[in-house]
């Protein structure tokens, strides 16, 4: 807090200075005097006084979409909290006389200086006094609504929306927007600025966005524009993207010819897919990672195939359990505490047509680990701050036992499907998380929760968010998670937690929910007693 120079702070402090004892009065007139020059500073702009407009937006001349749709968001709820309509113009405009203004992104530029080359994508800044708020952020040329366009205005407006109007968005569309009604608007004075913390959080759509089950197309594309803006709104946003997926879906089609060495030896002496496993489909083969000419050609790959927005080297196995038992590849392994492991018993369950058969393979974890360094050993070659991304998945889920890692190596820990939330479930998250953490590995959080319960009301908001919060605090870069099914009304306290924790991950969960619950008003008790039952 900034201490206002005025005649009140004075006086406080030289009273405090000042040894001798003073009556109550004095010092409560001190008081009152300083937190009187206290809200006089902390004022601010009026933007809406007695539902009338006292400020304008002012855009560059030339907007970006991004610019505009920034101002576009602040003036509907302007409008929907006060009734007042904000115009924009451009700057450069004669305003009348004891109007403020609102500058958005570039049109804030001389009061912000934002240099998008250096500042993080989604970043922003925000200043006012009496007589400007000014909001600017990196901005990118892209449609606003697109996760991966960088929204920095955008979102510094949302934060003064959430922050200082107390604006909350429960669930898509207008039903969903929490905006209370008044006939006076002000933002106070004040300087802040803001980097992501996460560098990329995703919460991913195509299930909720399947052709069937909608009244019609219209509905259908009604919602997902409705949901496109919900996000936004909570700012998600793939700042860096880490969009790779699995790594090796091509390669048997481009190298089990020639290559079939680079792919799992199976039990029964063969190199392919396992016929075990989802019918043995090309694209779900597991890789020999300990061959080193496989190394030389993911680095190869990955030069023909890196850009400044995706610069890792993918390798994320295949979505599958790791399945090769040569013999190097074994060599490479390190049973984790409680694992049985046994080649024999692979080989019978393996015979015998089981798809579990990897699991007398124990875990895989060390094998994985060490196959991520031997890869960003050979791209070492071609730079030498190379970063190799690589999963926790399947039968490589546990931390290593004896690999230790680096920060150039990024790792997506993948927990199991986890309802219902019990103690052993979540303490088995937390040493993963804690046990790939100690590896010197950078760590982004690759859940499948959402796809628990369908349209069940089920509800593990209180569970997951502070698991969340385990895993924010101890080191998280990101979040990917498959998927936002839509089921508002039976799960909506849980996934409005899994909203605001992309943001807020070091909130406590009651505070999130006490957010949720108070959207509702009067009935705040009755719908908190409803999804408690």
């Given at each position: 807090m900034i201490w206002p120079a005025t005649l009140g702070s004075k006086l406080f402090h030289s009273l405090a200075r000042n040894r001798k004892r003073f009556t109550r009065h004095e010092l409560l007139m001190a008081i009152m005097v300083t937190l009187a020059a206290m809200a006089d500073v902390a004022r601010g702009m009026d933007l809406v006084v007695n539902g009338q407009a006292k400020a304008v937006i002012l855009l560059p001349e030339k907007p970006l979409p991004m610019e505009r749709y920034a101002a576009d968001e602040l003036r509907y709820h302007a409008k929907k909290a006060t009734g007042a309509e904000l115009a924009i113009q451009s700057v450069g405009v004669t305003l009348p006389e004891g109007m403020g203004e609102v500058r958005l992104g570039r049109a804030a530029h001389g009061v912000i200086e934002m240099d998008d080359s250096s500042q993080p994508a989604n970043a922003f800044a925000v200043v006012c006094d009496e007589r400007v708020l000014c909001i600017a952020g990196n901005d990118g040329e892209g449609s606003p609504l697109a996760d991966d366009v960088s929204a920095g205005t955008l979102f510094g407006v949302y934060e003064v929306l959430e922050t200082h109007f107390g604006v909350r968005w429960l669930w898509p569309g207008e039903l969903g927007e929490v905006v209370s009604t008044c006939e006076n608007w002000s933002v106070p004075a004040m300087r802040m600025s803001e980097q992501p913390r996460l560098l990329h959080t995703r919460l991913r759509t195509g299930h909720g966005n399947a052709l069937t089950g909608w009244s019609s197309a219209a509905a259908r594309n009604h919602y997902i524009h409705d949901q496109q803006v919900f996000l936004r709104r909570h700012r998600l946003a793939r700042g860096v993207s880490l969009e790779y997926g699995h790594a090796f879906i091509e390669y048997w089609d481009r190298f089990g010819k020639n290559h079939p060495e680079w792919f799992n030896l199976l039990p029964d002496g063969r190199r392919r897919s396992d016929p075990a496993y989802c019918g043995g489909a090309n694209e779900l083969v597991s890789m020999c990672v300990s061959t080193p000419e496989?190394?030389?050609?993911?680095?190869?790959?990955?030069?023909?195939?890196?850009?400044?927005?995706?610069?890792?080297?993918?390798?994320?196995?295949?979505?599958?359990?790791?399945?090769?038992?040569?013999?190097?590849?074994?060599?490479?392994?390190?049973?984790?505490?409680?694992?049985?492991?046994?080649?024999?018993?692979?080989?019978?369950?393996?015979?015998?047509?089981?798809?579990?058969?990897?699991?007398?393979?124990?875990?895989?974890?060390?094998?994985y680990a060490r196959?991520?360094?031997?890869?960003?050993?050979?791209?070492?070659?071609?730079?030498?701050?190379?970063?190799?991304?690589?999963?926790?998945?399947?039968?490589?889920?546990?931390?290593?036992?004896?690999?230790?890692?680096?920060?150039?190596?990024?790792?997506?820990?993948?927990?199991?499907?986890?309802?219902?939330?019990?103690?052993?479930?979540?303490?088995?998250?937390?040493?993963?998380?804690?046990?790939?953490?100690?590896?010197g590995a950078r760590l982004y959080l690759r859940p499948n929760y959402t796809l628990d319960g369908h349209a069940m009301p089920i509800d593990y908001a209180e569970a997951f968010g502070d698991d969340f919060r385990f895993a924010y605090e101890r080191g998280m870069i990101a979040t990917d998670f498959d998927s936002l099914t839509g089921q508002w009304a039976v799960q909506g306290p849980t996934l409005y937690v899994l909203m605001r924790v992309q943001h807020h991950g070091d909130w406590p969960v009651s505070r999130i929910l006490d957010e949720y619950y108070n959207g509702f008003g009067s009935a705040a008790h009755a719908v908190r007693d409803y999804f408690d039952y």
């Amino acid at each position: 807090m900034i201490w206002p120079a005025t005649l009140g702070s004075k006086l406080f402090h030289s009273l405090a200075r000042n040894r001798k004892r003073f009556t109550r009065h004095e010092l409560l007139m001190a008081i009152m005097v300083t937190l009187a020059a206290m809200a006089d500073v902390a004022r601010g702009m009026d933007l809406v006084v007695n539902g009338q407009a006292k400020a304008v937006i002012l855009l560059p001349e030339k907007p970006l979409p991004m610019e505009r749709y920034a101002a576009d968001e602040l003036r509907y709820h302007a409008k929907k909290a006060t009734g007042a309509e904000l115009a924009i113009q451009s700057v450069g405009v004669t305003l009348p006389e004891g109007m403020g203004e609102v500058r958005l992104g570039r049109a804030a530029h001389g009061v912000i200086e934002m240099d998008d080359s250096s500042q993080p994508a989604n970043a922003f800044a925000v200043v006012c006094d009496e007589r400007v708020l000014c909001i600017a952020g990196n901005d990118g040329e892209g449609s606003p609504l697109a996760d991966d366009v960088s929204a920095g205005t955008l979102f510094g407006v949302y934060e003064v929306l959430e922050t200082h109007f107390g604006v909350r968005w429960l669930w898509p569309g207008e039903l969903g927007e929490v905006v209370s009604t008044c006939e006076n608007w002000s933002v106070p004075a004040m300087r802040m600025s803001e980097q992501p913390r996460l560098l990329h959080t995703r919460l991913r759509t195509g299930h909720g966005n399947a052709l069937t089950g909608w009244s019609s197309a219209a509905a259908r594309n009604h919602y997902i524009h409705d949901q496109q803006v919900f996000l936004r709104r909570h700012r998600l946003a793939r700042g860096v993207s880490l969009e790779y997926g699995h790594a090796f879906i091509e390669y048997w089609d481009r190298f089990g010819k020639n290559h079939p060495e680079w792919f799992n030896l199976l039990p029964d002496g063969r190199r392919r897919s396992d016929p075990a496993y989802c019918g043995g489909a090309n694209e779900l083969v597991s890789m020999c990672v300990s061959t080193p000419e496989l190394w030389r050609q993911i680095v190869e790959d990955w030069q023909h195939t890196r850009t400044i927005h995706r610069p890792w080297i993918n390798c994320a196995e295949n979505d599958t359990a790791g399945r090769c038992v040569c013999p190097n590849c074994l060599a490479w392994d390190v049973p984790a505490a409680g694992d049985k492991v046994s080649l024999d018993e692979a080989k019978a369950a393996y015979a015998a047509g089981k798809p579990d058969w990897t699991d007398h393979l124990g875990s895989l974890s060390d094998r994985y680990a060490r196959f991520c360094l031997a890869v960003q050993n050979e791209a070492r070659k071609i730079d030498d701050q190379a970063v190799v991304l690589g999963y926790a998945y399947a039968n490589f889920v546990k931390p290593p036992v004896n690999t230790r890692l680096n920060n150039r190596v990024v790792i997506a820990i993948v927990p199991a499907m986890m309802y219902p939330w019990t103690d052993a479930k979540r303490q088995a998250f937390r040493d993963q998380w804690e046990g790939w953490a100690a590896t010197g590995a950078r760590l982004y959080l690759r859940p499948n929760y959402t796809l628990d319960g369908h349209a069940m009301p089920i509800d593990y908001a209180e569970a997951f968010g502070d698991d969340f919060r385990f895993a924010y605090e101890r080191g998280m870069i990101a979040t990917d998670f498959d998927s936002l099914t839509g089921q508002w009304a039976v799960q909506g306290p849980t996934l409005y937690v899994l909203m605001r924790v992309q943001h807020h991950g070091d909130w406590p969960v009651s505070r999130i929910l006490d957010e949720y619950y108070n959207g509702f008003g009067s009935a705040a008790h009755a719908v908190r007693d409803y999804f408690d039952y």
